[in-house]
């Protein structure tokens, strides 16, 4: 099955080949699909940004498309910035930015009470309208500093998972799809996906 990704981020299309395609399903970019639409994430909820991607692109298309909507929330901050986490410091703002904000808004934070987790919702929608959701959950904390590690993108330099006690940045790419909160996601979609296709 080949997979239309509803992303403008190169780094969650890199994830999503990544996990997907070793499971025999191919994942175009928007741009491979000759699909160009403008996507605004005005939705409350993960599940609803990740509708309204899905959506958008799936009306242009006879192909399935897979969309997903994810963020970092932070106990000290409520929340936040959870659905607004890749513009935190501002529509257009850079990781490095949001990142920075985040820090300085968790300066006082002392470690015990830096927890955060990051959240990813999926919606897969195929032709003839059928959708599937999933979501996954990874849990952690927010560094005091930007790890070195050169991997992943977004907040991973600062977010520091559970189990392992590592920086999602300094994990090999097979050791964060294990335990991210995408990876979590992508394979209960990769199971409903061949529970469709066997019942079909």
């Known amino acids: 099955m080949t997979l239309i990704a509803a992303t403008n981020n190169p780094g969650k ?3 999503l080949k990544r996990m997907l ?19 605004e994430e005005t939705a409350p909820t993960y599940e609803g940004n990740a509708e309204i991607k899905a959506v958008i692109v799936s009306e242009v298309t006879d192909m399935p498309v897979i969309a997903d909507d ?16 890749a513009r935190y410091a501002g529509n257009g703002a850079s990781s490095t930015e949001c990142i920075g904000k985040l820090l300085e808004c968790l300066r006082d934070v002392p470690p015990e009470k830096r927890g955060a987790h990051f959240v990813c919702s999926v919606c897969c929608i195929l032709p003839g309208g ?18 070195n590690g050169g991997g992943g993108f977004g907040y991973d330099p600062v977010f520091i998972e559970s189990n392992s006690g590592i920086a999602f940045s300094d994990l090999s790419q097979e050791e964060k799809d294990k335990v991210s909160h995408r990876g979590m996601a992508v394979r209960e979609l990769v199971k409903k996906l061949r529970e469709t296709d066997q019942s079909n």
């Open 13 to 15: 299309l890199v994830e």
């Open 21 to 39: 395609e070793p499971e025999g399903f191919k994942i175009l970019s928007m741009r491979q699909a000759n699909v160009y639409a403008e996507i």
């Open 70 to 85: 994810s963020g970092l929330e932070v106990d000290a901050l409520d929340g936040a910035p959870g659905v607004f986490s």
């Open 130 to 147: 059928k959708m599937i959701r999933t979501c996954g959950r990874c849990d952690g904390w927010i560094a005091k500093a930007v790890s």
